[in-house]
């Protein structure tokens, strides 16, 4: 069992920089896919990054490649994704995600342990 807590969120203007943090609770930590997921009432959720066992296997989504970077510490058992030159258009709450299983499950939006998630509202 895998509990997850992000942190970060916030209102931001258009341009600016947010760091989002996810903690985890729960054994075995370093053997999890993580993603970052998020979902605005209109949209489906969608994957905006995963990373897998090897912090070398990461995926961004074409919407943020090149201003999100996500990653992890196993040592602190967290993830984060690190966002630059947002745009409203990011505006959502976004969830963390892990799964035992293999980061092929965080790609099909198949995880298993899912976050409360966390606001982020860029203004234009």
């Known amino acids: 069992q895998v509990q997850l807590v992000e942190s970060g969120g916030g209102l931001v203007q258009a341009g600016d920089s947010l760091t989002l943090s996810c903690a985890a609770s729960?054994?075995?930590?370093?053997?999890?896919?993580l993603g970052w997921f998020r979902q605005c009432p209109w949209k489906e959720r969608e994957l905006v990054a995963a990373i897998g066992i090897n912090a070398g296997n990461t995926y961004h989504a074409n919407s943020v490649k090149g201003r999100f970077t996500i990653s992890r510490d196993n040592a602190k058992m967290t993830t984060s994704l690190q966002m630059n030159s947002l745009k409203p258009e990011d505006t959502a709450v976004y969830y963390c995600?892990?799964?035992?299983?293999?980061?092929?499950?965080?790609?099909?939006?198949?995880?298993?342990?899912w976050g409360q998630g966390t606001q982020v509202t860029v203004s234009s």
């Open positions: 995600a892990a799964d035992p299983r293999g980061w092929n499950t965080i790609l099909k939006n198949q995880a298993r342990y």
């Open positions: 729960g054994r075995t930590f370093s053997s999890y896919a």
